[in-house]
T-cell receptor
């Protein structure tokens, strides 16, 4: 069945460091891929998405490219801020399922 | 007002008690979902509904039931709460088969 695997956290970085959070997926068909962010005490918010191979989703300085050949959708940001501290979830939708399937989440902590 | 409102925000209940978590939305979406979040396990789908007459079990529906009272309202019940149902519960909505969900702020439930 469909599944999402993302790197375990926590990821601890200093402000202005480069961020990569790895995400790989297993799916039949052609799923859409998402990154959601959960700030402390809040629900999940859609950060970015990509609906087909080679698409790049971007928002708030974050980027992720849909790589079908490596079944990956890694999240990157060139210079993180303290305000980026949150839990990041990779997710997929489609293929053999009509529901959103989440990875386990990666906690990012950015220190000043 | 928030697009997706969950009540209560926090609840402590005793083992064996019946409890209802409520969700209402102003997005006008047909599809609604209940997820449970546990540390290290990400979000797991409990139940989902694609319209008022359509209710479906998710991956962890045992011990839970739902009611879709109207397009805008979707409630989750624990008939007889047990301690391993202690978790953060999220309601979400979507309007089409694309995976872009809108989440509520969550209900933190503790069963003692």
């Amino acid at each position: 069945g469909n599944s999402v695997t993302q790197m375990e956290g926590p990821v601890t970085l200093s402000e202005e460091a480069f961020l990569t959070i790895n995400c790989t997926y297993t799916a039949t068909g052609y799923p859409s891929l998402f990154w959601y962010v959960q700030y402390p005490g809040e629900g999940l918010q859609l950060l970015l998405k990509a609906t087909k191979a080679d698409d790049k989703g971007s928002n708030k300085g974050f980027e992720a490219t849909y790589r079908k050949e490596t079944t990956s959708f890694h999240l990157e940001k060139g210079s993180v801020q303290v305000s980026d501290s949150a839990v990041y979830f990779c997710a997929l939708y489609g293929g053999a399922t009509n529901k959103l399937i989440f990875g386990t989440g990666t906690l990012l902590a950015v220190q000043p | 007002d928030a697009d997706v409102t969950q009540t209560p925000r926090n609840r402590i209940t005793k083992t064996g008690k019946r409890i209802m978590l409520e969700c209402s939305q102003t997005k006008g979406h047909d599809r609604m979902y209940w997820y449970r979040q546990d540390p290290g396990l990400g979000l797991r789908l409990i139940y989902y509904s694609f319209d008022v007459k359509d209710i479906n079990k998710g991956e962890i529906s045992d011990g839970y039931s739902v009611s879709r009272q109207a397009q805008a309202k979707f409630s989750l019940s624990l008939e007889s709460a047990i301690p391993n149902q202690t978790a953060l519960y999220f309601c979400a909505t979507s309007d089409m088969d694309r995976g872009g969900y809108t989440f509520g702020s969550g209900t933190r439930l503790t069963v003692v």
